[in-house]
Protein backbone atom coordinates (compact mmCIF):
# COMPACT_ATOMS: atom_id res chain seq x y z
CA UNK A 1 0.00 0.00 0.00
CA UNK A 2 1.48 3.44 -0.73
CA UNK A 3 0.89 6.41 1.71
CA UNK A 4 0.12 9.24 -0.62
CA UNK A 5 0.49 11.64 2.48
CA UNK A 6 3.32 10.45 4.53
CA UNK A 7 6.69 11.47 4.60
CA UNK A 8 8.90 9.09 6.46
CA UNK A 9 8.12 7.63 9.56
CA UNK A 10 5.89 10.37 11.83
CA UNK A 11 4.75 12.86 9.70
CA UNK A 12 1.86 13.65 7.07
CA UNK A 13 1.42 16.38 4.45
CA UNK A 14 -1.60 17.46 4.12
CA UNK A 15 -3.32 17.35 0.38
CA UNK A 16 -6.19 19.59 1.83
CA UNK A 17 -4.82 21.80 4.61
CA UNK A 18 -7.62 22.67 7.14
CA UNK A 19 -8.33 26.47 7.76
CA UNK A 20 -8.77 28.21 11.36
CA UNK A 21 -11.93 29.44 11.11
CA UNK A 22 -12.33 30.79 14.40
CA UNK A 23 -10.09 30.59 17.94
CA UNK A 24 -10.01 31.47 21.53
CA UNK A 25 -8.96 31.60 24.77
CA UNK A 26 -10.33 32.09 28.15
CA UNK A 27 -7.81 32.53 31.15
CA UNK A 28 -7.61 32.95 35.19
CA UNK A 29 -7.23 35.75 37.51
CA UNK A 30 -3.31 35.26 37.31
CA UNK A 31 -2.82 34.88 33.35
CA UNK A 32 -5.13 37.88 32.86
CA UNK A 33 -1.58 39.75 34.78
CA UNK A 34 0.56 38.18 32.32
CA UNK A 35 2.35 39.54 29.49
CA UNK A 36 0.08 38.09 27.03
CA UNK A 37 -3.66 39.71 29.06
CA UNK A 38 -4.43 41.74 25.53
CA UNK A 39 -4.83 38.16 23.58
CA UNK A 40 -7.52 36.39 25.72
CA UNK A 41 -10.44 36.44 24.99
CA UNK A 42 -12.34 36.42 28.59
CA UNK A 43 -10.61 36.60 31.87
CA UNK A 44 -11.79 35.06 34.55
CA UNK A 45 -11.88 37.19 38.09
CA UNK A 46 -11.89 34.53 40.34
CA UNK A 47 -10.70 30.87 40.69
CA UNK A 48 -14.05 29.61 40.36
CA UNK A 49 -15.26 31.32 37.36
CA UNK A 50 -18.74 31.81 39.18
CA UNK A 51 -18.84 28.21 39.89
CA UNK A 52 -19.10 26.04 42.69
CA UNK A 53 -15.65 23.77 42.25
CA UNK A 54 -12.80 24.66 40.54
CA UNK A 55 -13.54 21.44 38.32
CA UNK A 56 -16.79 22.95 37.82
CA UNK A 57 -14.61 26.08 36.43
CA UNK A 58 -12.68 24.45 34.34
CA UNK A 59 -15.84 22.74 32.93
CA UNK A 60 -17.56 26.48 32.08
CA UNK A 61 -14.25 27.67 30.75
CA UNK A 62 -13.92 24.93 27.89
CA UNK A 63 -17.69 25.65 27.19
CA UNK A 64 -17.05 29.16 26.79
CA UNK A 65 -14.17 28.84 24.73
CA UNK A 66 -15.42 26.36 22.35
CA UNK A 67 -18.43 28.76 22.42
CA UNK A 68 -16.49 32.26 21.45
CA UNK A 69 -14.44 30.04 18.74
CA UNK A 70 -17.70 29.23 16.85
CA UNK A 71 -19.12 32.51 17.20
CA UNK A 72 -15.86 33.84 15.43
CA UNK A 73 -15.67 31.08 12.84
CA UNK A 74 -19.45 31.99 12.26
CA UNK A 75 -20.45 28.36 13.28
CA UNK A 76 -23.42 26.58 14.58
CA UNK A 77 -23.38 23.41 16.99
CA UNK A 78 -24.97 21.55 13.99
CA UNK A 79 -22.69 22.24 12.12
CA UNK A 80 -19.93 20.87 13.81
CA UNK A 81 -19.01 17.24 12.70
CA UNK A 82 -16.84 16.40 15.87
CA UNK A 83 -15.18 17.67 18.58
CA UNK A 84 -11.64 16.58 19.66
CA UNK A 85 -11.25 17.58 23.74
CA UNK A 86 -9.56 16.55 26.91
CA UNK A 87 -7.82 17.96 30.18
CA UNK A 88 -6.16 16.61 33.12
CA UNK A 89 -8.30 15.26 35.50
CA UNK A 90 -9.38 11.88 35.67
CA UNK A 91 -11.26 10.23 33.43
CA UNK A 92 -11.24 14.07 31.25
CA UNK A 93 -14.31 15.41 33.32
CA UNK A 94 -13.01 19.25 32.77
CA UNK A 95 -14.25 18.03 29.03
CA UNK A 96 -16.88 15.86 29.35
CA UNK A 97 -19.04 17.80 31.82
CA UNK A 98 -18.10 20.85 29.80
CA UNK A 99 -19.44 19.90 26.84
CA UNK A 100 -22.32 17.35 27.55
CA UNK A 101 -25.02 19.90 26.06
CA UNK A 102 -23.55 20.83 23.13
CA UNK A 103 -24.67 17.24 21.13
CA UNK A 104 -21.54 16.88 18.79
CA UNK A 105 -19.89 13.67 18.29
CA UNK A 106 -16.91 13.77 20.73
CA UNK A 107 -13.81 11.97 20.92
CA UNK A 108 -12.09 12.31 24.04
CA UNK A 109 -8.31 12.83 24.27
CA UNK A 110 -5.54 12.34 26.92
CA UNK A 111 -2.07 13.47 25.87
CA UNK A 112 -1.36 15.85 29.39
CA UNK A 113 -0.16 19.07 28.40
CA UNK A 114 0.05 17.52 24.59
CA UNK A 115 -3.66 17.19 24.16
CA UNK A 116 -4.15 21.15 22.18
CA UNK A 117 -1.70 19.71 19.33
CA UNK A 118 -3.15 16.42 19.51
CA UNK A 119 -6.45 17.21 19.21
CA UNK A 120 -5.72 19.89 16.64
CA UNK A 121 -3.77 17.31 14.91
CA UNK A 122 -6.62 14.64 14.65
CA UNK A 123 -9.25 17.09 13.73
CA UNK A 124 -6.67 18.64 11.01
CA UNK A 125 -6.38 15.13 9.49
CA UNK A 126 -10.03 14.02 9.84
CA UNK A 127 -11.15 17.13 7.63
CA UNK A 128 -8.22 16.40 5.57
CA UNK A 129 -9.50 12.84 4.61
CA UNK A 130 -12.78 14.06 4.02
CA UNK A 131 -14.84 12.63 6.87
CA UNK A 132 -15.96 16.27 7.91
CA UNK A 133 -15.76 19.66 6.62
CA UNK A 134 -16.30 21.08 10.33
CA UNK A 135 -14.16 20.59 13.63
CA UNK A 136 -13.40 21.52 16.61
CA UNK A 137 -10.20 21.10 18.99
CA UNK A 138 -9.82 22.26 22.13
CA UNK A 139 -8.59 21.26 25.71
CA UNK A 140 -8.49 23.24 29.31
CA UNK A 141 -6.52 22.66 32.72
CA UNK A 142 -7.38 24.85 36.24
CA UNK A 143 -3.83 25.28 39.01
CA UNK A 144 -6.25 24.69 41.44
CA UNK A 145 -8.08 21.35 39.95
CA UNK A 146 -4.58 20.02 39.02
CA UNK A 147 -2.96 20.59 42.20
CA UNK A 148 -5.62 18.86 44.32
CA UNK A 149 -5.60 15.54 41.97
CA UNK A 150 -1.63 15.31 41.11
CA UNK A 151 -0.01 17.03 44.12
CA UNK A 152 -1.68 18.35 47.20
CA UNK A 153 -4.53 20.45 48.58
CA UNK A 154 -3.16 23.68 48.69
CA UNK A 155 -4.51 24.30 52.04
CA UNK A 156 -1.47 22.18 53.29
CA UNK A 157 0.47 25.66 51.88
CA UNK A 158 3.18 22.95 50.65
CA UNK A 159 6.57 24.57 49.40
CA UNK A 160 7.41 24.81 45.24
CA UNK A 161 10.34 23.56 44.02
CA UNK A 162 12.22 26.36 41.26
CA UNK A 163 12.24 23.30 38.41
CA UNK A 164 8.48 23.19 39.39
CA UNK A 165 6.34 24.67 37.01
CA UNK A 166 2.65 26.56 37.30
CA UNK A 167 -0.20 24.89 35.59
CA UNK A 168 -2.24 27.21 33.91
CA UNK A 169 -5.83 28.46 34.47
CA UNK A 170 -6.86 27.96 30.73
CA UNK A 171 -9.05 27.08 28.09
CA UNK A 172 -8.57 27.14 24.15
CA UNK A 173 -10.90 26.13 21.40
CA UNK A 174 -9.76 25.94 17.65
CA UNK A 175 -12.69 25.61 14.81
CA UNK A 176 -11.02 24.05 11.77
CA UNK A 177 -13.10 23.92 8.11
CA UNK A 178 -12.44 23.13 4.63
CA UNK A 179 -11.94 26.33 3.14
CA UNK A 180 -11.67 29.43 4.63
CA UNK A 181 -8.76 32.57 5.26
CA UNK A 182 -6.55 30.63 7.52
CA UNK A 183 -3.97 30.01 8.62
CA UNK A 184 -3.66 26.08 7.67
CA UNK A 185 -2.65 22.97 9.14
CA UNK A 186 -0.59 21.92 6.69
CA UNK A 187 1.65 19.34 8.56
CA UNK A 188 1.14 16.84 11.72
CA UNK A 189 3.85 15.29 12.95
CA UNK A 190 3.09 12.90 15.61
CA UNK A 191 5.31 11.88 18.55
CA UNK A 192 6.29 8.56 19.74
CA UNK A 193 6.76 7.63 23.89
CA UNK A 194 9.96 9.29 24.86
CA UNK A 195 11.22 8.17 28.78
CA UNK A 196 14.54 9.96 29.86
CA UNK A 197 13.88 8.14 33.50
CA UNK A 198 13.18 11.12 35.05
CA UNK A 199 11.01 11.07 38.10
CA UNK A 200 11.12 14.05 39.80
CA UNK A 201 7.65 15.25 39.43
CA UNK A 202 8.45 18.76 40.06
CA UNK A 203 10.75 18.49 37.13
CA UNK A 204 8.56 17.89 34.20
CA UNK A 205 10.20 20.05 31.70
CA UNK A 206 13.40 17.65 31.72
CA UNK A 207 11.06 14.65 31.45
CA UNK A 208 9.08 16.07 28.38
CA UNK A 209 12.51 18.37 26.90
CA UNK A 210 13.70 14.36 24.93
CA UNK A 211 10.45 14.02 23.75
CA UNK A 212 10.33 17.15 22.09
CA UNK A 213 13.61 16.98 20.52
CA UNK A 214 12.61 13.52 19.03
CA UNK A 215 9.68 14.70 17.01
CA UNK A 216 11.09 18.39 16.44
CA UNK A 217 14.18 16.03 14.54
CA UNK A 218 11.24 13.82 12.68
CA UNK A 219 10.04 16.85 11.25
CA UNK A 220 13.04 18.02 9.82
CA UNK A 221 13.91 14.45 8.75
CA UNK A 222 10.82 13.59 7.25
CA UNK A 223 10.21 17.13 5.45
CA UNK A 224 13.67 17.99 4.61
CA UNK A 225 12.80 21.27 6.52
CA UNK A 226 15.28 23.52 8.35
CA UNK A 227 14.87 25.93 11.30
CA UNK A 228 15.19 29.03 8.65
CA UNK A 229 12.68 27.44 7.03
CA UNK A 230 9.77 28.57 9.68
CA UNK A 231 9.44 32.01 11.60
CA UNK A 232 8.80 30.14 15.42
CA UNK A 233 9.04 27.13 16.43
CA UNK A 234 7.22 27.17 19.87
CA UNK A 235 6.93 24.03 22.61
CA UNK A 236 4.15 24.05 25.02
CA UNK A 237 5.10 23.42 27.67
CA UNK A 238 8.88 22.91 28.82
CA UNK A 239 8.99 25.72 31.08
CA UNK A 240 12.32 27.71 31.64
CA UNK A 241 14.56 24.20 32.73
CA UNK A 242 13.29 21.85 29.69
CA UNK A 243 13.36 24.99 27.47
CA UNK A 244 17.27 24.83 28.12
CA UNK A 245 17.76 21.56 28.10
CA UNK A 246 15.89 21.52 24.42
CA UNK A 247 18.64 24.01 23.63
CA UNK A 248 21.30 21.92 24.47
CA UNK A 249 20.25 18.93 23.06
CA UNK A 250 19.84 21.09 19.13
CA UNK A 251 23.14 22.76 20.20
CA UNK A 252 25.05 19.45 20.27
CA UNK A 253 23.78 18.57 16.94
CA UNK A 254 25.28 22.32 15.72
CA UNK A 255 21.56 23.51 15.64
CA UNK A 256 21.01 27.40 17.35
CA UNK A 257 17.16 28.30 17.32
CA UNK A 258 17.96 31.15 18.80
CA UNK A 259 15.09 33.72 18.69
CA UNK A 260 13.44 31.53 16.54
CA UNK A 261 12.14 29.62 19.37
CA UNK A 262 10.12 30.16 22.12
CA UNK A 263 8.24 28.19 24.83
CA UNK A 264 4.77 28.60 25.88
CA UNK A 265 5.26 28.25 29.42
CA UNK A 266 7.69 31.09 29.34
CA UNK A 267 5.39 33.28 27.18
CA UNK A 268 2.37 33.20 29.08
CA UNK A 269 3.78 34.48 32.56
CA UNK A 270 6.78 37.20 33.71
CA UNK A 271 8.76 34.54 35.32
CA UNK A 272 10.30 38.44 36.67
CA UNK A 273 7.74 39.75 37.91
CA UNK A 274 5.17 36.62 38.79
CA UNK A 275 5.43 33.85 41.45
CA UNK A 276 5.51 30.89 38.76
CA UNK A 277 8.95 28.94 39.55
CA UNK A 278 10.16 27.64 36.19
CA UNK A 279 7.04 28.57 33.90
CA UNK A 280 3.96 27.95 32.69
CA UNK A 281 2.73 24.32 32.44
CA UNK A 282 -0.72 22.50 31.74
CA UNK A 283 -3.18 21.90 28.92
CA UNK A 284 -4.35 25.37 29.18
CA UNK A 285 -1.18 26.63 28.65
CA UNK A 286 -0.23 26.12 25.11
CA UNK A 287 -3.75 26.54 24.01
CA UNK A 288 -3.85 29.70 25.67
CA UNK A 289 -1.11 30.70 23.83
CA UNK A 290 -2.05 29.50 21.10
CA UNK A 291 -5.48 30.46 20.56
CA UNK A 292 -4.83 34.05 20.91
CA UNK A 293 -0.69 35.64 20.56
CA UNK A 294 0.63 33.13 17.87
CA UNK A 295 -2.43 33.04 15.55
CA UNK A 296 -3.31 36.46 15.97
CA UNK A 297 0.76 37.57 14.57
CA UNK A 298 0.04 34.62 12.46
CA UNK A 299 -3.22 36.78 11.31
CA UNK A 300 -0.98 40.11 11.20
CA UNK A 301 1.50 38.55 9.11
CA UNK A 302 4.02 38.73 11.73
CA UNK A 303 5.13 35.11 11.41
CA UNK A 304 3.82 33.26 8.15
CA UNK A 305 5.09 29.85 9.20
CA UNK A 306 4.58 28.22 13.01
CA UNK A 307 5.66 25.19 14.05
CA UNK A 308 3.63 24.39 17.45
CA UNK A 309 4.83 21.47 19.54
CA UNK A 310 2.76 20.02 22.53
CA UNK A 311 5.01 18.32 24.92
CA UNK A 312 2.90 15.53 27.65
CA UNK A 313 4.36 14.30 30.63
CA UNK A 314 2.30 11.17 31.22
CA UNK A 315 2.30 10.48 34.57
CA UNK A 316 -0.21 9.71 37.46
CA UNK A 317 -0.76 9.82 41.16
CA UNK A 318 -0.43 6.20 41.18
CA UNK A 319 2.87 6.08 38.58
CA UNK A 320 4.71 8.28 41.10
CA UNK A 321 3.46 6.31 43.69
CA UNK A 322 4.95 2.95 42.62
CA UNK A 323 8.02 4.54 41.84
CA UNK A 324 7.80 4.97 37.89
CA UNK A 325 9.89 7.00 36.02
CA UNK A 326 7.68 9.74 33.85
CA UNK A 327 7.01 8.58 30.27
CA UNK A 328 6.60 12.07 27.92
CA UNK A 329 5.14 12.69 23.99
CA UNK A 330 5.10 15.79 21.93
CA UNK A 331 3.27 15.91 18.82
CA UNK A 332 4.09 18.69 16.31
CA UNK A 333 1.33 20.66 14.14
CA UNK A 334 3.00 23.14 11.22
CA UNK A 335 0.73 26.10 11.24
CA UNK A 336 0.98 28.27 7.26
CA UNK A 337 -0.56 31.39 6.40
CA UNK A 338 0.48 29.83 2.55
CA UNK A 339 -2.34 27.51 2.17
CA UNK A 340 -0.26 25.38 -0.33
CA UNK A 341 3.74 26.21 1.58
Given amino acids: MVYQKKLGRQTVALSNPPAVLGAAC ?28 W ?6 M ?43 PFFGLYGACSTMAESLSLA ?57 PGPFVTHVTTGKLVDAGIKDAANMGAAMAPAAYETIC ?6 GQKPED ?8 LGRCGADILRDLFKRDGIEFGARYNDCGLMLFDLKKQDVQAGGSGCGCSAAVLCGHILNL ?6 RSVLFCGTGALLSPVSTAQGESIPSICHAVRLNVDRGA
Fill in 26 to 53: VVGKKEGEGPLAQTFDVICTDTTCGEKS
Fill in 55 to 60: EKAESR
Fill in 62 to 104: QKDALLHAMAKAGVAQQTLDYVFAGDLLNQCIGTTFGLREFNV
Fill in 124 to 180: AMTLDGGFASCAAALTSSHFCSAERQYRVPLEYGGQRAPSAQWTATAAGAVVLGQNG
Fill in 218 to 223: AFFADT
Fill in 230 to 237: LDLIVTGD
Fill in 298 to 303: MRAGVW
